[in-house]
């Protein structure tokens, strides 16, 4: 791409592109530093200031961009020159991960110009932290059995802040998840674990947040997140060994209870169309989803 200047995502650009999403918020789990520059190693995204505004390129999809991040006057001059561009290039334009709300803008200056197409797949479960501490209310009745059973069955229980005191125990605690999980076996399960190293190994440098659940001293679980928004957090990463009964619906609700209480909405992301994580993300009663999806040229 010649004309427009797009650029690998590094991690000098931090600052730069943090201050976009600080400036233009979203409650989309994408829209954070740390998750951009993890997921861009397995899935090539650069990226470039247009019209003062930060734009995603998917490279892997060649007239792929997100949807601009910007003051609307600049998201309309941007979307103006990547359309142009992709016209001359000969390649359709397409945005991704563009919310309904963010639609609705871009049809009131390209009056029917543009359809979307929303990918449930691809929603986030948006939660209220309260919740999700207190486990309150006759339809999370389950969630409070499986703590109490998970704290009756494992009297030395202990929860701790992630730190550099714990980071290496939870580093040798995925590594043995990963060879339990089939990982080597599977491309996007190998690229999730890979994805969760690296959000150990530079725990500290992304300032993510994380919680470590321990039995008899060995870490069992652990989750990182960072926040999103001044009023929602992000769950990225959530692991705990399988035959630990109970330590899923532990970690998150202490992770929460511990981290997040600040924060009115927690993020657990999207479900990836799987069933059973559907399924699992549905019994914790989501507020709402966050929709997303891509947004084409009508007819092309």
Excluded at 232 to 260: L, R, S
Aim: one cysteine or more; charged letters at 30%; a negative charge.
């Amino acid at each position: 791409m010649d004309e427009l200047q797009f650029k690998k995502i590094e991690f000098e650009d931090r600052e730069l592109i943090h201050s976009y999403f600080l400036k233009f918020p979203s409650r989309s789990c994408e829209r954070t530093f740390g998750n951009t520059f993890l997921w861009s190693r397995y899935y090539p995204v650069a990226f470039a200031i247009i019209e003062n505004t930060l734009v995603f390129h998917a490279e892997y999809d060649k007239g792929s961009f997100s949807y601009p991040a910007g003051a609307p006057q600049d998201v309309k001059k941007a979307i103006s020159i990547l359309k142009t561009y992709t016209e001359t290039q000969g390649i359709a334009l397409k945005f991704y991960h563009v919310t309904p709300e963010q639609f609705a803008q871009m049809n009131q200056w390209f009056p029917d110009v543009f359809e979307l197409e929303l990918d449930r797949d691809n929603a986030d479960y948006i939660y209220e932290s309260e919740k999700l501490a207190t486990l309150s209310g006759k339809k999370l009745h389950a969630k409070r059995n499986h703590i109490n059973k998970f704290k009756a069955t494992h009297e030395n229980w202990s929860y701790e802040t992630m730190s550099s005191e714990n980071l290496e125990e939870c580093f040798q605690m995925a590594l043995k998840w990963r060879n339990e999980n089939g990982c080597d076996d599977d491309e996007e399960k190998n690229a999730e674990i890979c994805v969760t190293l690296n959000s150990l190994r530079l725990f500290s440098e992304l300032e993510m947040v994380g919680g470590v659940l321990k039995v008899d001293g060995q870490v069992v679980a652990f989750t990182i997140g960072e926040p999103v928004s001044e009023d929602t957090f992000v769950v990225h990463i959530e692991k705990a060994f399988a035959d630990m009964q109970g330590a899923y619906p532990m970690i998150n609700q202490q992770f929460v209870e511990h981290e997040c209480v600040n924060y009115k909405y927690i993020n657990r992301e999207e479900d990836m169309g799987l069933e059973g994580l559907r399924k699992a993300k549905l019994s914790y009663q989501p507020i709402f989803l966050e929709q997303k999806g891509i947004v084409k040229e009508k007819g092309k």
